[in-house]
């Protein structure tokens, strides 16, 4: 499997997603700092229940984007600084990627066909 920095980007997306993973990367290193493994304290219920919530406030935000117009999912009208639409997304994309984390340290096996079964050796 390729590090990040091996990576030459074929396109637009590639290249958004090398800038925005470190990003997540730093982000996730300092929140654990805080907060521990807490994401998994329950184990992949704890996970997805930490998906869920944030799914809701993207739901949340989303809706009132519709009725108010797009304009407002960058806007200040956030609850709270944390509350933002590109913090939310950010969390979101980080509970994922830890799940990732998850699976490939408590199920090897399946990180493993994972890997394969995408050609990612």
């Known amino acids: 499997m390729k590090k990040l920095e091996d990576i030459t980007p074929n396109t637009q997306d590639t290249?958004?997603?090398?800038?925005?993973?470190?990003a997540l990367v730093q982000l996730q290193d300092d929140k654990g700092k805080l907060y521990g493994r807490s994401y998994c304290?329950?184990?992949e219920t704890s996970i997805f229940f930490n998906l869920s919530r944030k799914w809701d406030?993207?739901?949340?935000?989303?809706?009132?984007?519709?009725?108010d117009?797009?304009?407002?999912?960058?806007?200040s009208d956030s609850a709270s600084a944390t509350e933002?639409?590109?913090?939310t997304v950010a969390d979101m994309a980080?509970?994922?990627?830890?799940?990732?984390?998850y699976i490939k340290e408590n199920y090897p096996d399946e990180w493993e066909h994972f890997l394969k079964t995408n050609k990612l050796e």
């Open 69 to 75: 117009g797009e304009g407002s999912l960058h806007s």
């Open 84 to 87: 933002t639409f590109p913090d």
């Open 94 to 101: 980080t509970y994922s990627l830890l799940w990732l984390g």
């Open 57 to 67: 406030r993207i739901e949340n935000i989303m809706m009132k984007a519709i009725k």
């Open 41 to 43: 304290k329950y184990g």
């Open 15 to 22: 290249k958004n997603l090398l800038d925005v993973v470190p």
